[in-house]
């Protein structure tokens, strides 16, 4: 059986640490892969900014200086892109590898937030398909649970902690007591930062995986631009420290679900129970919670990044095309996938609201008054000693829309007792 | 695109909880697995002891009598088993499926355990496939995620908890400080139990799933008959407590490795570190971790039994077959399997001893003697007050080899100190 099919041939660009990984599978594994696939899977050529030496040998393999012309090249089958970039030559190479009628297997979750739709109909029209297993949750098979193993279900909510520095900063604040700017820096150093920090620490690159879980899990062409965004960058050692005396963790978890209201898709750092398994996620870990009518909640949990858990991602796809598996790029045919709503308003939730006051009498009265002004009632509230003139105040309140809660912020402003910004998060029942 | 082929015929065996809950996600979801599979999936015929009313619309679909007689019929496509019992008809209805061409999907976990193989080589031999997500961890898509996301790797090992009654057994003794067999017959009146209970508590059950996982981590012929099994019968809340005391819970914990010695599979019940993963497991939720050589660990979570999530599962396998993916029985061809070998001594670990001593000068000495005639060195010994005349001890071992923990227990029966059996239960490190 194994001998009746020619190998799958890929074409690899990019060779940093995902490429590096993938590489190693290809040579380590041939024999293991031979067999599960039905045939070889073969690179035949690769393309990088440098042939500078990077630890593996690619001299069986032919050497394209621009990833267009690895793209083109008619004797790959696969073009297995782990270049980054959502523009430029990704972009380029991407299309050009379609046009000629490639397969795509993909990393790149910045391309398909931004271009993820008309990419898709163009791999369509050609027959071919865009698989990106690595480029959500890294090594956790979440597309492929998606996609294919829940397929009988109408998912209800997707979860996820999708961004490993963010939740290792997070995790790190509790651990050590050390506050946000010294962990960004100490993330800076070890390296866990993209190029432009703001991709993680603004919740970005994590909003750019939760588009593409929202157009697998609901059939809509993905919107990124519709995702509610907002960083880690304000969360202060008060904050973590407060949540886990009410029983919290704080992370920055992605929400994607399908409401009478439309599609609420958020990434933002949110409250979770401490006890559960994502208010237990430590460190660099990712984790995605799938909830469909018949299954109910499934939990992944793995590792987000890394040369090993990536290149297995990429893999698993390649193996799927070996065997000639054909998924359409978002699970169904992108002509289908219909034109997402974005909800107008969010769910409501409870909140935790957390303010600096001025010391003076009736200060908190005041912002009590704003809160059932605004409709939201309050289930607790603590204030927890004095700085100075300055009193930390922490409000949790009952459940609340989010244009209340953006209304009772607003009424604070005008009562002349607010010290800096109110910090509001949302407590997310999970 | 989705009027260009066919649909996909079923014939459904077995119209128990699993049956009917197939039944409805076909019905209920027509619409949505026809945009996902490309074309509809449709339920031709069905087969059940009798035509009872079950709460379901079944007027639109031929009945059998006799699921043989359905599995041959040449309108359908594919014949899901959801009967049970690895003898009798499910056996000779899912042979006669295949005899005649049908590509198979089972529930049944039992069946594959004990005739994988054989029935694996006659799909094969018809260009057919049986798939069985089902059967293994009720809704998480596992087989899936380790015969495709991480085909890629090279599994070292696969580690869960995938018997909901004993989960919710032992859980339930910790939470309520109520005995074994109080829960017992608390699960049979809840309907929890199989016909057969000792297929829950015994362990067979969560072995049959162990034995299916062996085979698609490690290429290797289903062997159940090599799993060590051992039920939860003889745990005591002593046992419990203690664990708790130790900072560990009791599992009923299915191990499958690949080691130099060959390969270890074993069912029993385990203490894990109380705040792991694994160790966090509560009630009915089963739990796998599949560990690579590129991934690292993967922990799926979900439920493990129950009409929704076993139909999901099955719909999922379903919706593959009408999508065109075929993936080998056990993830590659059956005949490339390779013959098990059973690993002749287990993996070495630390051990939890539990026995009851006579209350006599030097008891306790003895015991330690034998530990270390047998090559085995303590950690930790607790001798928690005397109950009349027995004294209850625990002793933690440190890492020994399941050889001279056996030596050791054979040395105690000599010492004339000891008050009935002693329990040896293995520590994972998880």
Chains 1, 2 share one sequence.
């Not at 790959?76 to 046009?99: N, Q």
């Not at 297993?133 to 956790?140: D, L, N, R, T």
């Not at 963010?166 to 506050?179: P, S």
């Amino acid at each position: 059986m194994t001998q009746s099919l020619p190998p799958l041939r890929l074409g690899i660009a990019g060779l940093g640490t995902v490429g590096r990984g993938v590489v190693r599978i290809v040579q380590t594994h041939g024999a293991l892969i031979a067999a599960r696939a039905g045939r070889r899977v073969e690179i035949v050529a690769v393309s990088a900014r440098s042939q500078k030496d990077r630890g593996i040998d690619l001299s069986a393999y032919a050497f394209e200086a621009d990833p267009v012309a690895l793209a083109q090249r008619p004797d790959i089958d696969v073009f297995v892109e782990v270049m980054g970039g959502h523009e430029g030559a990704a972009k380029a190479a991407t299309e050009a590898a379609i046009a000629s009628g490639k397969d795509v297997v993909t990393a790149n979750k910045a391309l398909l937030a931004h271009h993820g739709q008309a990419l898709a109909l163009a791999a369509e029209a050609k027959g071919r398909v865009i698989r990106f297993e690595a480029a959500v949750a890294g090594g956790i098979p979440v597309i492929k649970a998606l996609t294919e193993g829940l397929a009988g279900n109408a998912m209800k909510r997707v979860m996820g902690v999708m961004n490993g520095t963010c939740n290792y900063i997070l995790t790190r604040m509790e651990a050590t007591g050390q506050g946000y700017n010294v962990l960004f820096d100490e993330c800076a150093k070890l390296g866990y930062l993209e190029a432009d920090p703001n991709l993680d620490v603004g919740g970005i690159d994590a909003g750019h995986k939760l588009s593409l879980l929202s157009s697998i899990a609901f059939g809509t062409q993905v919107a990124f631009d519709a995702v509610e965004l907002q960083g880690i960058q304000n969360i202060l050692l008060d904050d973590i420290r407060m949540a886990k005396d009410l029983g919290y963790r704080i992370k920055l978890l992605g929400v994607t679900q399908m409401t009478g209201r439309g599609l609420e898709q958020r990434m933002t750092p949110c409250l979770v129970p401490a006890d559960s398994p994502l208010g237990q996620l430590q460190g660099g870990t990712n984790m995605v919670v799938l909830e469909g009518d018949s299954v109910g909640q499934i939990v992944m949990r793995g590792p987000g990044a890394g040369e090993g858990p990536t290149a297995s991602a990429v893999m698993g796809d390649v193996i799927d095309l070996a065997r000639g598996t054909r998924v359409s790029t978002f699970g169904q045919p992108a002509s289908t996938l219909t034109k997402a709503i974005p909800a107008k308003a969010q769910a409501p939730s409870a909140w935790y609201l957390r303010m600096t006051l001025l010391d003076k009498p009736g200060a908190l009265a005041k912002i009590a008054t704003c809160l059932g002004e605004a409709g939201v009632s309050i289930d607790q509230m603590r204030q927890n000693g004095h700085e100075g003139i300055h009193a930390p105040v922490l409000i949790v309140t009952h459940k609340a829309a989010p244009a209340d809660i953006a209304d009772a912020v607003a009424r604070f402003a005008g009562t002349g007792v607010l010290v800096g910004e109110p910090v509001a998060l949302r407590i997310e029942e999970v």
